[in-house]
């Protein structure tokens, strides 16, 4: 198993920005692929960004593309997401995400077996 611990939310003002990370540990070589996760008060889970760890391919949800940006820094086992010109949609709990490689969409939550205990994002505008 994979432990997983994010840190960086906090609250900033509509067009600001935050740089999110999630560093990991245990048994980092089990996992393929991560992802960034939110979930916004009444609100389902949804994807937000995707990367695979030996490729570094990305993938984001269209409510994000060009505006966060997921990266991975393997010598330091750690996760980021960087969000820049956040919108007060933006806001919910951040979840970092790891898992072996599985099929189907990149969101897909089976793909991961390992889970953050969130960092909070708040918007204002």
């Known amino acids: 198993q994979v432990q997983l611990v994010e840190s960086g939310g906090g609250s900033v003002q509509a067009g600001g920005s935050l740089r999110l990370s999630c560093a990991a540990s245990g048994y980092t070589y089990t996992y393929s692929n991560m992802a960034w996760f939110r979930q916004a008060p009444g609100k389902e889970r949804e994807g937000v960004a995707w990367i695979a760890t030996s490729t570094s391919t990305t993938y984001y949800a269209d409510s994000v593309k060009g505006r966060f940006t997921i990266s991975l820094d393997n010598a330091k086992n750690t996760l980021y997401l960087q969000m820049n010109t956040l919108k007060p949609e933006d806001t919910g709990m951040y979840y970092c995400?790891?898992?072996?490689?599985?099929?189907?969409?990149?969101?897909?939550?089976?793909?991961?077996?390992?889970w953050g205990q969130g960092t909070q994002v708040t918007v204002s505008s």
């Open positions: 995400a790891a898992g072996p490689a599985g099929r189907g969409f990149v969101f897909k939550e089976s793909r991961f077996n390992s």
